[in-house]
């Protein structure tokens, strides 16, 4: 440990720049790590705070949600058999606001007006998404659609309901079908841990394996998740190549070390020290630093770093910086003090 601390106060310079970088790209990471959370939450609210439970879907729908139709005879049996569970619907669609301009919104309906899964909405009222608030819409205020012949007046809302990036608009079953002009609902929800039943006709998906089938979802997540790992593990090579050039001009150090008796574990203890102290200083920096951004960026970027994030990713950076360093330092185990010592590379 001294050792460690004495050769950081001896190089700062090298030192501060190994820390600035890994302070730079784990705030990046950080960064990025919380924008796709935000946009995850954008564009699956609805979905994602539903509780743990199975969905079902018609096989013929190709795992599309808006193409599955359930027959009514299906969704009455598995209602009946099923406590808790509710068959719903989605469609993105929009409503006209009291100065005539439309807003998109996510329209959802249910069948189970006791479950406290979806808001219990009564003919000719709709429940939105607070964000509504923003553009001007009021509890009281009647909004229009053009393939429903009467009003929809706003009884209140909801907080972080969206679904692809739209508010949702919480509407009653006989509304939802005259707009569109259907009967069947599209999906049933079965909440609870237990296995999926095997129903003819129809297939099951855990809330994960559903979020998936959203096409927006998917590819937006992945996209996102691959920068942030790729950066993960650019923060390991810059470990890897930080160390190997320390070591490189240290070889005749370490064999008079050696030749002194200190053994190959201390000398990997000591660099193990360095990178510790090093990426806890950069993660301390960086998450203080994410969290000023998500208070000054602007309101309507989606941002959301919690706390089980924030502290699977440091795990993380301290699990490739030791890796990386440790690689470097192979060459630590073939040094030789007599042949290092002749070299005068001290």
Do not use: C
Not at 162 to 172: E, G, W
Not at 231 to 237: A, D, N, T
Not at 248 to 261: E, S, T
Not at 292 to 300: T, Y
């Amino acid at each position: 440990m001294n050792l460690a601390w004495k050769e950081m106060k001896k190089n700062k310079a090298r030192f501060l720049i190994l820390g600035s970088i890994v302070f730079l790209v784990s705030l990046l990471t950080f960064i990025i790590s919380g924008l796709a959370n935000g946009l995850s939450q954008d564009n699956a609210a609805l979905i994602k705070d539903l509780p743990k439970g199975q969905f079902y879907m018609t096989k013929d729908s190709d795992q599309t949600y808006n193409l599955s139709k359930i027959d009514a005879s299906t969704e009455d049996k598995i209602l009946k058999n099923t406590q808790d569970a509710v068959a719903f619907s989605i469609q993105m669609g929009f409503l006209n606001d009291p100065g005539e301009k439309q807003r998109s919104v996510a329209f959802v309906t249910s069948t189970n007006t006791k479950s406290k899964l979806f808001p219990n909405i009564k003919k000719g009222e709709v429940v939105l998404d607070s964000s509504m608030k923003d553009k001007g819409i009021k509890i009281g205020d009647a909004l229009t659609n053009n393939q429903y012949s009467g009003k929809l007046t706003v009884k209140g809302f909801v907080e972080q309901k969206k679904f692809s990036h739209a508010p949702v608009a919480y509407i009653n079953i006989n509304d939802y079908k005259e707009i569109y002009r259907v009967k069947e609902m599209q999906l049933v929800f079965v909440p609870g841990d237990k296995s999926p039943k095997h129903i003819t006709g129809l297939q099951s998906f855990s809330k994960k394996e559903f979020l998936n089938t959203i096409p927006s979802f998917n590819a937006e997540q992945m996209s996102l998740n691959m920068i942030v790992w790729f950066l993960v593990i650019i923060s390991g090579m810059l470990f890897a190549i930080f160390f190997y050039m320390m070591n490189v001009q240290k070889i005749g150090l370490y064999g008079i070390l050696k030749a002194i008796g200190i053994k190959t574990r201390k000398l990997f203890q000591m660099m193990w020290t360095q990178m510790v102290f090093i990426t806890i200083i950069s993660l301390v920096l960086s998450i203080a630093f994410s969290q000023i951004f998500n208070l000054v960026a602007p309101k309507g970027m989606p941002f959301s770093l919690t706390f089980e994030t924030t502290f699977l990713l440091s795990i993380v950076f301290l699990i490739i910086g030791f890796i990386g360093a440790t690689l470097s330092g192979i060459q630590i185990r073939k040094v030789e003090p007599l042949q290092a010592i002749q070299q005068g590379e001290v």
